[in-house]
């Protein structure tokens, strides 16, 4: 059986697994990332988790049938020539060869001359999908992660598709108002900056402080809107609450019209949704479809489906290893 160990790099945490290639998840571990001890830190990190995690398989796996370490990195990828440009949330990065340092680190510190192969991760996530997950009875789709921000991933033919620069997918960065007030990296009226977290939350405020009777998500959150979540949002909906229901109809309509843009452009009918808010189930998936179909002709409207991921956040771990078995 093939193996390999799969990392997921993010801005707070680090998680690593071994993935047996039939088998799934054999061991995993799970860090705190150190943003502060710069790329370097980072890449020693990485290191380490990989040597602890080869050490522990080695015992039981063949290491002839290791297929090397497969990496979902934030930011712009060449996965070509192994660079992470600008991740958004590794402060004091630019341009940075991850792949190679990485090879020489496990190389001279721990005596590994294994291959690394990396990925931006949300093209990562939308890989384990296809392979291991919801989109495995899809020949193209696209992965959107809902969170703090909006990542997407394409599979076009059962292949990532990357663009020739490798930033293909970023639907978060797609243009839904242009003259909006919303300000996303320096990009006016994002859909990230309408459908992430602080975009939902903002919105939820604004039509809270707007109702006459309020809302029952401001209950929950201790009237301290500062510490309202998407969680209470949720909570407030499914018990009825008029306010939180109309919040995710808008947010559900915003990603709706993000697909329909993306099905008009590339003709892709499938779309796996993920993420964190993507736990809001059908409050946001019903009005999502229903608005997809809207701002779609006729003739595009067949087999257009949302489904939800099914890997939740281990779609990266997965994905990463999928990088090394081709």
């Given at each position: 059986?093939?193996?390999?160990?799969?990392?997921d790099l993010g801005g707070t945490g680090i998680k690593a697994a071994v993935?047996?290639?039939?088998?799934?998840?054999?061991?995993?571990?799970?860090?705190?990332?150190?943003?502060?001890?710069?790329?370097?830190?980072?890449?020693?990190?990485?290191?380490?988790?990989?040597?602890?995690?080869?050490?522990?398989?080695?015992?039981?796996?063949?290491?002839?049938?290791?297929?090397?370490?497969?990496?979902?990195?934030?930011?712009?990828?060449?996965?070509?020539?192994?660079?992470?440009?600008?991740?958004?949330?590794?402060?004091?990065?630019?341009?940075?060869?991850?792949?190679?340092?990485?090879?020489k680190m496990l190389l001279e510190k721990n005596g590994l001359s294994i291959?690394?192969?990396?990925?931006?991760?949300?093209?990562?996530?939308?890989?384990?999908?296809?392979?291991?997950?919801?989109?495995?009875?899809?020949?193209?789709?696209?992965?959107?992660?809902?969170?703090?921000?909006?990542?997407?991933?394409?599979?076009?033919?059962?292949?990532?598709?990357?663009?020739?620069?490798?930033?293909?997918?970023?639907?978060?960065?797609?243009?839904?108002?242009?003259?909006?007030?919303?300000?996303?990296?320096?990009?006016?009226?994002?859909?990230?900056?309408?459908?992430?977290?602080?975009?939902?939350?903002?919105?939820?405020?604004?039509?809270?402080?707007?109702?006459?009777?309020?809302?029952?998500?401001?209950?929950?959150?201790?009237?301290?809107?500062?510490?309202?979540?998407?969680r209470h949002l949720c909570r407030a909906a499914r018990d009825g609450d008029?306010?939180?229901?109309?919040?995710?109809?808008?947010?559900?309509?915003?990603?709706?019209?993000?697909?329909?843009?993306?099905?008009?452009?590339?003709?892709?009918?499938?779309?796996?949704?993920?993420?964190?808010?993507?736990?809001?189930?059908?409050?946001?998936?019903?009005?999502?479809?229903?608005?997809?179909?809207?701002?779609?002709?006729?003739?595009?409207?067949?087999?257009?489906?949302?489904?939800?991921?099914?890997?939740?956040?281990?779609?990266?771990?997965?994905?990463?290893?999928?990088?090394?078995?081709?």
């Amino acid at each position: 059986m093939r193996w390999a160990i799969g990392i997921d790099l993010g801005g707070t945490g680090i998680k690593a697994a071994v993935i047996g290639e039939e088998r799934g998840i054999l061991a995993d571990r799970s860090v705190l990332t150190d943003t502060a001890s710069g790329p370097m830190g980072i890449v020693a990190q990485l290191a380490a988790i990989v040597a602890d995690l080869y050490n522990v398989a080695s015992t039981t796996l063949d290491s002839a049938d290791f297929a090397g370490v497969g990496l979902g990195a934030p930011g712009a990828v060449d996965a070509e020539k192994g660079v992470l440009s600008y991740p958004p949330n590794l402060p004091g990065w630019t341009v940075f060869p991850l792949r190679d340092e990485l090879q020489k680190m496990l190389l001279e510190k721990n005596g590994l001359s294994i291959p690394v192969f990396i990925d931006n991760d949300a093209n990562v996530a939308a890989f384990g999908e296809a392979v291991y997950g919801a989109g495995r009875e899809f020949q193209d789709f696209l992965m959107v992660t809902l969170g703090t921000g909006v990542g997407g991933g394409i599979v076009l033919n059962r292949k990532l598709y990357r663009g020739p620069n490798g930033t293909a997918g970023e639907i978060g960065f797609m243009i839904i108002d242009f003259e909006a007030s919303t300000l996303h990296a320096g990009i006016r009226g994002t859909l990230e900056s309408f459908i992430g977290k602080k975009g939902i939350v903002d919105l939820a405020r604004r039509m809270i402080k707007a109702s006459p009777s309020g809302s029952s998500a401001g209950l929950l959150c201790g009237h301290d809107y500062k510490k309202l979540s998407p969680r209470h949002l949720c909570r407030a909906a499914r018990d009825g609450d008029v306010v939180a229901l109309a919040v995710w109809q808008r947010i559900g309509s915003l990603l709706g019209i993000g697909l329909a843009n993306v099905t008009a452009l590339m003709d892709i009918r499938k779309f796996v949704i993920g993420g964190g808010i993507a736990a809001a189930g059908n409050l946001v998936f019903v009005p999502a479809l229903d608005q997809l179909r809207r701002s779609t002709l006729p003739s595009m409207h067949e087999g257009l489906e949302l489904v939800p991921a099914h890997l939740g956040n281990k779609a990266g771990i997965y994905g990463a290893a999928a990088l090394c078995f081709g």
